[in-house]
Nanobody
Framework: VQLQASGGGSVQAGGSLRLACVAS???????MGWFRQVPGKEREFVAAVRWSSGEAYYAGSVQGRFIASKDNVERIVYLQMNSLKPEDTAVYYCALAYSLHWGPYFLRQSKSAGMDYWGKGTQVTVSS
């Protein structure tokens, strides 16, 4: 399974960006999610969408500003990022969990949140 993310770029604080990630065929989808990483720090969870229900889960730092959603036909997950802050600057990675039993408890189990496949990152830079 290959994951291809797009939509990164540079924006001023307060602006918006929308990321998209397309998953190639080859596995079931329990969830797709977004993570981010800055140099010298661990990768952190941002948001995930449970595929069966479309329900989204967020890190506290982005709750209320970011919206994760899925395409109901294609294997695409989106991340609408609003009210961006300089601290949102990072490389953003999309990921896929193939287990159809994926649920929010995976967010507490490990830092990878039960994800099995990872895409290459896309840079998001927010200037003040």
């Amino acid at each position: 399974v290959q994951l291809q993310a797009s939509g990164g770029g540079s924006v001023q604080a307060g602006g918006s960006l929308r990321l998209a990630c397309v998953a190639s065929p080859g596995s079931s989808i329990g969830a797709m999610g977004w993570f981010r990483q800055v140099p010298g720090k661990e990768r952190e969870f941002v948001a995930a969408v449970r595929w069966s229900s479309g329900e989204a889960y967020y890190a506290g730092s982005v709750q209320g500003r970011f919206i994760a959603s899925k395409d109901n036909v294609e294997r695409i997950v989106y991340l609408q990022m609003n009210s961006l802050k300089p601290e949102d600057t990072a490389v953003y990675y999309c990921a896929l969990a193939y287990s159809l039993h994926w649920g929010p408890y995976f967010l507490r189990q490990s830092k990878s949140a039960g994800m099995d496949y990872w895409g290459k990152g896309t840079q998001v830079t927010v200037s003040s």
